[in-house]
């Protein structure tokens, strides 16, 4: 194929053959690193893996926050890319695609939100797709299973997150950065989006900040967007404005030598998922005191009778107890008492006017640590305050909060009165 070739996927060849234990490809929109990983996988297939070559076949898996996350991006990248290498696209009738072959190769599709799947799934190659929505736990399991090679790729849309920590500066790892400006596939109305979220005039980029003009153009349509375009345009770590936890800090574990563990869940019927949290003070705020937080529970739940497996799985695993108070959401009655019914003692807390914001108050004066997973990181990049005309108001978006509500009932019912 006569084309330019992406920097990215430069970057995985040089990696490769460099026998670097992985890559990281890291950027703004439709700079072309979903894309270069096709057709990475496409020439380890052809060209490195295919029945009687010398290295003989490969697993490979491809990873992401959720299966059917695949549906919505990847299926739709592979429709348009695997044509072009004249390869017929086994997703073309977009029906449940778990595992397909490319020249005698096995390629597996994995959601990672099924962490225990990921503790026996061993490849000779990996790649996580959008490795930001990933916990650190997943990548790790992939990586001690891994027998060749992996890559991954996100755009930075938050400044803190366990892969610029633990991956991007490790010697053994090559790390690049792009942006649209380096894909020279990318098309005109795709180019046209994302400038259009410019906030200042495209010549006084080199300027400091606030010397910078307006972008005549942007503006005036309402499309300048200084978030949007940093992550998006410039491929820069940046966090959206009006987050309401900035600061919190991730954690492997869960103390075992705490005091009191409190519980607080939230219901979610069949799009939402139903939330388990348990919460741990290791002090009162005012002496510094942290507050540890763990997901137990993050499903859909149509009612009591789906939701008590699950309750009785964290038992087994000893992170609940049937003793222990569960401080739920008041307004789902049924739920309630069909726990009660099943011997469980969970309890509605008490949701008054402004109860909300008080206990967002309520969480904020520790020092938050929480166990990390892909839920709660996406939760805590999308849970923001809502403005209005540009205001913004002392009142949390009704979205992106189901583990915060959970983790607000707890420490209501049971931190209130903590100095």
Known sequence: MDYKLNPNLVTLHKAFISRKSGAVLEGGSRSGKTWSGIDF???????????????????????????????????????????????????????????????GNRINLLGADNET??????????????????????????????????WIDYNPKVVEHWVYDKVCNRSDVLHTV???????????????????????????????????????????????????????????????????????????????????????MDFGYTNSPTALVRIAPTGPPSEGGKLFMQQLIYQPT???????????DCVKAKLLDRRDALWCDSSGDEMITGLRANKWRAFGVNKYKGSIEFGIALLKRYSLHIVDCHHWRKEQSLYKWREVNGIRLDEPVDEHNHLWDAARYAALQNLRHVA
């Open 41 to 103: 996988l496409i020439w380890l297939c052809s060209n490195v893996h295919y029945v009687g070559s010398k290295h003989g076949t490969c697993t490979i898996n491809i990873i992401k926050e959720t299966y059917n996350s695949f549906k919505t991006t990847l299926y739709d990248d592979f429709n348009r890319r695997l044509p072009d290498y004249g390869i017929p696209s086994p997703f073309m009738d977009r029906k449940d695609v778990s595992t397909f072959w490319l020249w």
């Open 117 to 150: 799947v990921h503790q026996g799934v061993s490849s000779d190659y990996f790649w996580i797709n959008e490795a930001l929505d990933v916990s650190n736990y997943v990548f790790d399991q992939a990586e001690m299973r891994c027998r060749r090679f992996w």
């Open 178 to 264: 792009t942006t649209l400006l380096d894909n020279p596939a990318i098309s005109k109305a795709e180019k046209r989006k994302i400038l259009s979220y410019e906030p200042t005039h495209p010549d006084d980029r080199a300027l400091d900040v606030d010397k910078r003009r307006p972008h005549p153009t942007n503006v005036a349509n309402g499309t300048a967007d200084d978030y949007m375009w940093r992550v998006y345009g410039l491929g820069e770590r940046a966090a959206p404005e009006g987050i309401i936890f900035q600061n919190v800090k991730w954690v492997k574990e869960f103390p075992t030598d705490v005091d009191k563990v409190y519980y607080g």
């Open 302 to 312: 149509e009612s009591s009778t789906k939701l008590l497996p699950l309750l009785e």
